[in-house]
């Protein structure tokens, strides 16, 4: 069956206040519109709370983090440890990591008289939906109770099939095509929000924040990007925007020259990119090199330093949307950062956070359940109003999380600022 779903209304829309320009209609297919792009402020930050303190003290065991004694109990991760966008999966398995260590660290979880050591089993998908398949089914195979991943959505979907027909929990820190969770299936949760929110909040920002009223779209035809770019054309009209042009490019294009030019022949104030860092930054340098001019804004597929490295000089202006709130609103960020900085010598790439509080999301179901597979899907499916790093998580019926937080950055000085957050109810 499938689990009935439905958005809510925008609960809170910003967290500070925002200077725009209105447009008027003219001829020639465009919109007159005058594009303010440096009139955003940034998110303000937010002090310590009792969550933080929790996780700095918790970050001083992960220093000693050691297998304790008793039944191993295998918690399975999958995602992107090999190939281009090794990063993001990497940064999610550190995360899941560091959950597990804190635990052990601590003695293990007992339950009902038996003491779990909990152990990661991690297997690459290669954002690939094949590779993530034969990833599910040997992490089935391993007799894993529960799953954090996948990274990206594609690889993502293909998982889910095989983690459902086996009962196993799958909770993705990062996969926002909608898909995921409306394929009926009673195993697959996320921690972030979804495409068909955060491309309608992309909008919003591009024409009543900033004001720009023509909008070109471009996207990589992954069924990330391309779902994600969708959501932006679809919304910018209802926004009283013009989609001037819509271009698609391959995954593995390096030449963009051919869309670029005809999406200049359109003279688009915004051109949104639905896909990842590794074309965004060259999109946005061969875009200047024609003479492109348009304010460049993409989703969290690009809301990385990798972007920022590629395109180089050109990234100043650039924005991203991001699901989850700005580290800076995050209560439990700072210490997190710390132990994550302490173990991998390293910081934080993108959602190891999200991944962290996943992982204890399945630690919270095995101290309530034990290490019954099937219990621990039913105290997930319960989870209600979980406090973690990132934010507070209760489950809607299909598998999403009820509130869903959306920030857009901007580079200046050659990093990522927050400059706006979007809080979505969801039912």
């Given at each position: ?23 008027s209609?003219s001829?020639?297919?465009t ?5 303010k ?14 969550a933080?303190?929790?996780y ?15 039944t191993?109990?295998?918690i399975?991760f999958i ?24 635990v ?23 954002a ?24 990206f959505?594609?690889a ?9 027909d ?6 993705s ?14 195993t697959?949760f ?6 068909d ?20 779209v ?12 969708d959501?932006?054309n679809?919304?910018?009209?209802v926004?009283?925007g013009?989609?001037?042009d ?17 999406m200049k ?8 990119y ?8 060259p ?6 090199r ?7 804004v ?5 809301q ?6 590629l395109?180089?000089s ?29 173990k991998?010598?390293a ?5 190891a956070p ?8 399945v630690?919270n179901a095995?101290?309530t ?7 621990i899907l039913?105290a ?7 406090q973690g790093?990132?934010?507070?998580y209760?489950f ?5 999380v009820k ?15 927050a400059?706006r957050?979007?809080?979505?109810n969801v039912?």
């Amino acid at each position: 069956m499938v689990r009935a779903r439905g958005l809510g209304v925008l609960a809170a829309a910003t967290l500070l206040p925002f200077a725009f320009a209105c447009g008027s209609s003219s001829g020639g297919g465009t919109t007159a519109s005058t594009c303010k792009p440096g009139s955003v402020s940034y998110v303000p930050s937010t002090t310590a709370s009792t969550a933080a303190l929790t996780y700095a003290a918790a970050s001083n065991a992960l220093q000693t983090a050691h297998q304790g004694a008793g039944t191993v109990l295998k918690i399975g991760f999958i995602g992107i440890l090999s190939g281009q966008y090794t990063s993001y999966g990497v940064d999610e398995q550190r995360g899941a990591q560091l959950a597990l260590d804190a635990v052990n660290a601590a003695g293990g979880i007992t339950v009902g008289g038996t003491t779990y050591t909990l152990q990661l089993d991690s297997q690459d998908d290669a954002a690939d939906p094949t590779k993530g398949a034969q990833g599910a089914t040997k992490l089935v195979d391993d007799k894993v109770v529960a799953v954090i991943g996948g990274t990206f959505s594609g690889a993502t979907i293909a998982e889910s099939k095989i983690f459902s027909d086996n009962g196993i929990t799958q909770i993705s820190p990062s996969a926002t095509n909608p898909k995921y969770t409306s394929q009926g299936f009673k195993t697959a949760f996320r921690v972030v929000g979804r495409d068909d929110q955060q491309g309608p909040a992309d909008a919003d920002f591009i024409v009543k924040t900033l004001g720009c009223l023509n909008v070109g779209v471009m996207d990589d035809k992954s069924q990330y990007g391309q779902g994600l770019a969708d959501a932006v054309n679809t919304q910018v009209p209802v926004d009283k925007g013009t989609v001037v042009d819509r271009e698609h490019v391959d995954t593995n294009q390096t030449d963009f020259s051919a869309q670029l030019t005809t999406m200049k022949g359109k003279n688009p104030d915004v051109i949104f990119y639905g896909g990842y860092s590794a074309q965004f930054g060259p999109i946005v340098q061969q875009a200047r090199r024609l003479g492109i001019k348009a304010t460049f804004v993409s989703g969290d597929g690009s809301q990385d330093a990798d972007a920022i490295k590629l395109a180089g000089s050109d990234a100043e202006g650039l924005f991203a949307s991001n699901a989850g709130p700005a580290p800076s609103l995050q209560p439990g960020y700072a210490a997190f950062a710390a132990a994550y900085k302490a173990k991998y010598n390293a910081d934080i790439f993108q959602y190891a956070p999200q991944a962290f509080d996943a992982t204890n999301i399945v630690i919270n179901a095995i101290k309530t359940a034990g290490g019954d597979k099937a219990a621990i899907l039913a105290a997930v499916t319960a989870t209600n109003n979980y406090q973690g790093v990132a934010q507070g998580y209760t489950f809607t019926s299909t598998g999403d999380v009820k509130v869903s937080i959306f920030t857009i950055y901007k580079v200046e000085s050659g990093a990522w600022k927050a400059v706006r957050a979007v809080n979505l109810n969801v039912s």
